[in-house]
């Protein structure tokens, strides 16, 4: 890896505060920049170029981590941000020491993850990794945190320990649909 102070991140957008779409809980988004998977109908094709757009110290993103507030975690999301996993990891690290929970989607899978340089030690400091191309056939709007269901939301933590796969089970299942309320059928009788 690169000295520490040298290293860059290129960038999509600013820090996006407090979504609760890009995993769980409150969250800030690391939109990084750059992605050559090129999956048919992706949501964010304006992060595909690997031109520089915003581009960071990974030391300047720590500072703005540490000015957060109300936020259960950060998630990296692009662009792939394993294009840049050494800047990726050093931020990771970082707010492994603050205390946030961090999320990273990518097109890679777990598996070519692991295979990367510096990859086994991303999956060790992260802790779930929402893994796969996004696949417009197999797309559903009922499976929360992913686009499509080839996708898996993996316990990185867990499946490093047991050299398996280790999915985060309760995410896994379609949502919940059912109203919050239903009107009982014996209110009238
Ligand atoms: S991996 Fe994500 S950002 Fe890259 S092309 Fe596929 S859907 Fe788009």
Redesign the pocket.
């Known amino acids: 890896m690169k000295n520490k102070k040298d290293l860059t991140i290129n960038l999509a957008a600013p820090l996006q505060e407090d979504s609760i779409l890009d995993g769980e809980g409150i969250r800030t988004v690391i939109w990084t920049q750059g992605?050559?998977?090129?999956?048919p109908f992706?949501?964010?094709?304006g992060?595909?170029s690997f031109d520089p757009a915003i581009v960071k110290t990974t030391e300047e993103i720590k500072k703005e981590l540490d000015m957060l507030k109300g936020q259960a975690g950060i998630t990296f999301s692009?662009?792939?941000p394993i294009y840049q996993l050494d800047a990726v990891l050093d931020i990771a690290k970082y707010a492994k020491e603050i205390n946030l929970n961090i999320w990273l989607?990518?097109?890679f899978t777990y598996e070519e993850v692991l295979k990367m340089n510096n990859g086994k030690e991303l999956l060790k400091t992260i802790d779930v990794l929402v893994d796969g191309?996004?696949k417009i056939d197999l797309r559903s709007l009922d499976l929360p945190y992913r686009?499509s269901s080839n996708q898996r939301i993996i316990d990185t933590k867990e499946s490093i320990k047991k050299g398996k796969i280790i999915l985060v089970d309760r995410l896994m299942h379609k949502k919940n649909t059912k109203p919050l309320y239903e009107k009982p059928s014996n209110i009238f009788v």
């Open positions: 992605c050559a998977h090129n999956c992706c949501h964010n094709p992060t595909h692009g662009g792939d989607y990518t097109g191309l996004f686009g």
